[in-house]
């Protein structure tokens, strides 16, 4: 499997930016980005000569649109043709939602608590949704140093209450990128973990050390022409699908810094983010777990029951990788913590401890790789770093607390907390593990 740096929210000179669809791409190839997503206001039309582009710079670019309406902005992404916005009502978007699908595309709740009308007409989010099971994502994230803001904080509100009401949406960032100009602002980016050629389960991959995120170029190199799609390439196709499922399946990691994975483990068993921990390894670690009542057992057999406690036990396995898109954010040494969300709230908080590389230390440009850079000792140790050939980042693992028996855990997401630009705010945040149950019930 591979992470793979995406903006998911953007604009050219075809609706209001002001950026042809060639230097859209060229500035997202600079930021470090392996794909972007054209997502006009209401027309497609922008992605005239995306082919070329797409080969100039190395990245895929995913066709979509932004339904933009007096009740609400969508972003649209993944459509094989124009979807008419106009044929959805503010008490039915679910029917506009049903022909995004039927097209092939998903579709995402855009800046649902920005200022509306007479500020931005629309941009706040009216619509009645009748089915949230039918809506694949919400931007919590919108525009540069994200994280700080009171409408996208709100917006992550949203997400959450959603995933407590049971149900199993994404959740992304999007900068909302309507112009090359400068920021000295943490800008966002949204990771999407894509199936690797031989179709490796996310699961088995998010373990893994060589798992990890592309450059631009190598993941256009490393895609197998399979489909062809309209004015792409078989092998651009093939990558603009898999981008759509990961989101889809809600493989998603967002972040204004290093990248944050998340992976549970139990008897053998790997799950990662945007896939289900079955019932029964739910019911056996409960089974399991010793009660304070019951006195600790000793000798060998006590010695068995605890390898059995262990076995069931499931444990989480968090990894921070510092190296993606190296030299392109900055972040002050200190102790990240890593938290672990549920429906049940805060379970676990861990210490990250981080020393960034001062630029005087390092002295290159992003480009130099970071072999190279261990090499020449211009980068200090860390925790977790292994050998040259390894990428810069930090595992932890700690074993989970039983839930009480009337009220299961139904999802579990990682949050980066710490300090960036003098405020204490979220650096990244994963999307969610979910956990099945004995009725097979997780939606409303």
Known sequence: M???????????????????????????????????????????????????????????????MEWTTFYGHMVTIGLSEFADWRQAGRSD??????????????????????????????????????????????EVWSGTFPSIKTDNRRAFGLWTDKLNEGY???????????????TDEPVSVTYLEIEDEGGESGAASAASPDSGAAEPSRFGAETQPEEVGRGASSAAALAETRLIEALRQGRV????????????????????VGSSVPARVSARAASAAPTSDVPASVGSQGEEAADSVEAAAIRVKLSLDFSVRRGLWTLDDQVFKLKLHSNLGEELSLDAPFKAARPEEVGVGAAESRKALLERGALPAAPGVGTAEEPLRLDLEAELPTPAADSPRSWLRAELWGTARGAYTRIAFTNAVYFEHEEGKNRL
């Open 93 to 138: 978007i679910d029917r506009g939602i049903a022909e995004v699908h039927r097209l092939g595309g998903i579709a995402g709740l855009a800046h649902p608590f920005r200022i509306g009308s007479p500020a931005c007409t629309g941009c706040f989010w009216e619509y009645e949704v009748g089915d949230w099971n039918a809506v694949d994502y919400v």
């Open 253 to 272: 990691s967002v972040t204004i810094g290093p990248l944050l994975t998340m992976a549970l483990e139990s008897g053998g068993e790997l799950w990662s």
């Open 2 to 64: 591979t992470w793979i740096a995406c903006e998911l929210h953007t604009h050219t000179l075809h609706s209001d930016g002001r950026q042809t669809l060639r230097e859209l791409a060229e500035g997202a190839a600079k930021l470090g980005f392996g794909a972007i997503a054209l997502t006009d206001h209401n027309t497609m039309s922008g992605l005239a000569g995306k082919a070329d582009i797409e080969r100039e710079f190395g990245l895929t670019i995913i066709p979509g």
């Open 168 to 182: 199993r949406i994404a959740a992304t960032s999007g900068r909302d990128w309507h112009a090359q100009e400068e």
